[in-house]
T-cell receptor, first 116, second 108 residues
Framework: ETGVTQSPTHLIKTRGQQVTLRCSSQ?????VSWYQQALGQGPQFIFQ???????GRGNFPPRFSGLQFPNYSSELNVNALELDDSALYLCASSSPKKGTGDEKLFFGSGTQLSVL | AQRVTQPEKLLSVFKGAPVELKCNYS??????LFWYVQYSRQRLQLLLRHISRESIKGFTADLNKGETSFHLKKPFAQEEDSAMYYCALKQGAQKLVFGQGTRLTINP
């Protein structure tokens, strides 16, 4: 069983640029969630994709957008980068069963984004 | 607003001593709570969830609705328990709200 993989592992951008982060979900998982983890903080929910549709969004501005592909892999796009966007971006896949509350997330290792 | 609070950023105990990592939450409804753990150089992973009422690696956590707490406990700490621990609350069907984490260090 292949785990969640994210690319790239590290990225340096300058303010105002755009960035795309990629995630391959664990085999058999149809749901992908993205989290932002600032230094010294817990992960903060950005959004979730289920079967190629956005299925919930956290308190992030529209310049944070995403995509999910038919193979359930996903991209996180951030436009007009700001210094505060510097963080670890985590992707997590799951295959929740309805009615069970089974929200076990399998996390990737993350992409460390630095905005200068 | 739903919130998870882990009051201790750092916790250090000796091997063999009891461990308790605190977690308090605010949620208007029936909460679903989890503990996630991140060992050194490993990815974040689920440790346990309250609905399963399970013991994993000797850890247990009991949901106390009166005190709105979900503390993680282990009677005898081991060195391999050293890690970053996050308490998380399920909000709606989609997202988890995480606390800021507690770094647990077990001293030999």
């Amino acid at each position: 069983e292949t785990g969640v993989t994210q690319s790239p592992t590290h990225l340096i951008k300058t303010r105002g640029q755009q960035v795309t982060l990629r995630c391959s979900s664990q085999s058999g998982h149809n749901t992908v969630s993205w989290y932002q983890q600032a230094l010294g903080q817990g992960p903060q929910f950005i959004f979730q994709y289920y079967r190629e549709e956005e299925n919930g969004r956290g308190n992030f501005p529209p310049r944070f957008s995403g995509l999910q592909f038919p193979n359930y892999s996903s991209e996180l796009n951030v436009n007009a980068l700001e210094l505060d966007d510097s963080a670890l971006y985590l992707c997590a896949s799951s295959s929740p069963k309805k009615g069970t509350g089974d929200e076990k997330l399998f996390f990737g290792s993350g992409t460390q984004l630095s905005v200068l | 607003a739903q919130r998870v609070t882990q009051p201790e950023k750092l916790l250090s105990v000796f091997k063999g001593a009891p461990v308790e990592l605190k977690c308090n939450y605010s949620y208007s409804g029936s909460p679903e709570l989890f503990w996630y753990v991140q060992y050194s150089r490993q990815r974040l992973q689920l440790l346990l969830r309250h609905i399963s009422r399970e013991s994993i690696k000797g850890f247990t956590a009991d949901l106390n609705k009166g005190e709105t707490s979900f503390h993680l406990k282990k009677p005898f700490a081991q060195e391999e328990d050293s890690a970053m621990y996050y308490c998380a609350l399920k909000q709606g069907a989609q997202k988890l709200v995480f606390g800021q984490g507690t770094r647990l260090t077990i001293n030999p």
